[in-house]
């Protein structure tokens, strides 16, 4: 069984930058797709970045030339760093997890932007 533990995060100004990583255990990473979603309050659950097991990476579009996906096959872990942050990207960000149509969740890790 997978499982998820997310790191980082915290408040930060606007423009600035911060990184996430998230550690999985279990079996079969690499042939799993992995990434991140987020979530404002209010809002649905929104895909952030996501990496496939053939290593082609998905950007959502409000995070496109800010925010770049990270994958390491041996350590297990999913980075996101983020750039030229915006209040607009405060949010709890979900590591993630699919393999075989099943989808692991992390427990969130939340990231404010503010001045």
């Known amino acids: 069984q997978v499982h998820l533990v997310e790191t980082g995060g915290g408040s930060v100004p606007p423009g600035g930058s911060v990184r996430l990583s998230c550690t999985a255990s279990g079996s079969m990473f690499g042939f799993s797709d992995v990434g991140w979603y987020r979530q404002a309050p209010g809002k649905q659950r929104e895909l952030v970045a996501k990496i496939s097991n053939t290593w082609r990476a998905e950007y959502g579009e409000s995070v496109k030339g800010r925010f770049t996906v990270f994958r390491d096959d041996a350590q297990k872990t999913i980075d996101l760093e983020m750039n030229n942050l915006k209040p607009e990207d405060t949010a709890v960000y979900y590591c993630?997890?699919?393999?075989?149509?099943?989808?692991?969740w992390g427990q969130g890790t939340q990231v404010t932007v503010t001045s």
């Open positions: 993630w997890l699919a393999l075989r149509n099943k989808e692991t």
